[in-house]
Structures are given as structure tokens and as C-alpha cells.
């Protein structure tokens, strides 16, 4: 399965470490648990494009969110020119 969609990236401080994500939408995350087995701890293994870079990473489920939650790299972010707020297109496929 994969799934197409725009979002805008943001910042998540803890203490002096900073880890940027995207929040998979709402619809999708409901497709996503109703069609995979997620691994331990709500992650789901994925295949995930930005542009031109593409990655093999996890997304994992946000009970707050009630979202996927998908980490971006400091070096996928510099490929891709990605900043705190930046609205992005993305792909995730789902792996096995």
C-alpha cells in the first residue's frame, strides 16, 4: 500500500535534542491500522519519499495525535531543503 500526502513538518524539543516529524493524516493512519500488523510499540515498517530521497524507516502511532508519526532525519532534511514548518509533499509505502 502507499499513501500520498501534503503536510507541514514541526519540531519536537526535548531538553537540548531536536527530532522533526510529520503527522501522517487522520484518514490514513485509520487505513493503515485496519490493513497492517503493526510491530512493537504501534510502529509500522515503511518506505518513505521526500522529492527525490527515499528512506526505509518506521512510523509510529501517537495516542495523542491519534496519528502515524514519521521522523525526518538531519540529513534528509538538508537533501530535501526541510525546515520547521515546511509544507511537504510525501510517500509512504507500506513494508513487510
Not at 502507499?2 to 493524516?25: E, H, L, M, R, T
Not at 510499540?41 to 530521497?53: F, W
Request: aromatic residues 12%; positive net charge; charged residues 25%.
Amino acid at each position: 500500500m502507499i499513501y500520498n500526502f501534503q503536510c507541514k513538518v514541526w519540531k519536537w524539543n526535548v531538553g537540548k535534542a531536536s527530532w522533526f516529524f510529520v503527522s501522517v493524516p487522520v484518514e490514513k493512519t485509520k487505513h493503515i491500522k485496519q490493513n497492517n500488523i503493526s510491530k512493537g510499540y504501534g510502529m509500522v515498517r515503511v518506505l518513505a519519499k521526500i522529492g527525490q530521497t527515499q528512506w526505509k524507516t518506521s512510523v509510529f502511532y501517537d495516542s495523542k495525535k491519534q496519528c502515524f508519526l514519521l521522523p525526518i532525519k538531519a540529513d534528509i532534511r538538508r537533501k530535501s531543503n526541510i525546515d520547521d514548518g515546511s509544507d511537504i509533499v510525501v510517500q509512504i509505502e507500506i513494508l513487510q
